[in-house]
Nanobody
């Protein structure tokens, strides 16, 4: 499984961005995808998760109601729509995937990672 994140950039507070994660996988491989972020000088943290079945999306409390995770029907692209952005959302954002049944909220369970995309929220 290979992932490539894109869509980061500089945005003013209150603005929006949509991150994309392109997923390449062997045919028939089911996977859960999560977004994590690493603010400057801080540890990487969970942002959102989209399980393979798509029925139990999850979000960090800090982004709930502002961010939405979704994917296309081919299940090869996952998006993170970020609205009402705040300066504290500034971070490098990573998409990650796992193909087993380990818990989806634990970062160490994700074996496959994209390269990260920088999001800067500043006026």
């Amino acid at each position: 499984v290979q992932l490539q994140a894109s869509g980061g950039g500089l945005v003013q507070p209150g603005g929006s961005l949509r991150l994309s994660c392109a997923v390449s996988r062997p045919a028939g491989t089911a996977y859960d995808v999560a977004w994590f972020r690493q603010p400057p000088g801080k540890e990487r943290e969970f942002v959102a998760v989209l399980p393979w079945r798509g029925d139990r999306k999850g979000y960090a409390d800090s982004v709930k109601g502002r961010f939405t995770v979704s994917r296309n029907s081919a299940k090869d692209t996952v998006w993170l729509q970020m609205n009402s952005l705040k300066p504290e959302d500034t971070a490098v954002y990573y998409c990650a995937a796992k193909t087993d049944r380990a818990p989806v909220y634990t970062m160490s369970n994700y074996a496959y990672w994209g390269q990260g995309t920088q999001v800067t929220v500043s006026s």
